[in-house]
Nanobody
Framework: QVHLVESGGGLVQAGGSLRLSCAAS????????MGWFRRAPGKEREFVAG?????????YYTDSVKGRFTISTDNAKNSVYLQMNSLKPEDTAVYYC???????????????WGQGTQVTVSS
């Protein structure tokens, strides 16, 4: 079993930055690939960023956040981060971290999910 808890969301003006954190626990969390997803009001949940492993993993991003968002891990703190810069109003959503056996852009491939954290970007 893997337990994930997100934090770091909030209200920010367009052009600002936020860093989301996802604290992981459980015996085997370090063997999972990690992803960040988001769900905007009235929209489907979408893949934002992912990393294939906790050590030296490859990273992947959806096109709309490339160059603005960065996913990273800190093994000492059992945490995954999503650094979000140059935020836009269209980034407004509930952000979730999730764990999967293999990295995927498909949410149904993920076994464990956090509760989500709200990010609101004002114009």
């Amino acid at each position: 079993q893997v337990h994930l808890v997100e934090s770091g969301g909030g209200l920010v003006q367009a052009g600002g930055s936020l860093r989301l954190s996802c604290a992981a626990s459980g015996r085997t969390f370090s063997r999972y690939a990690m992803g960040w997803f988001r769900r905007a009001p009235g929209k489907e949940r979408e893949f934002v960023a992912g990393i294939t492993s906790w050590i030296g993993g490859s990273t992947y991003y959806t096109d709309s956040v490339k160059g603005r968002f960065t996913i990273s891990t800190d093994n000492a703190k059992n945490s995954v981060y999503l650094q979000m810069n140059s935020l836009k109003p269209e980034d407004t959503a509930v952000y979730y971290c999730a764990a999967a056996e293999l990295l995927s852009r498909t949410s149904s491939r993920y076994d464990y999910w956090g509760q989500g954290t709200q990010v609101t970007v004002s114009s």
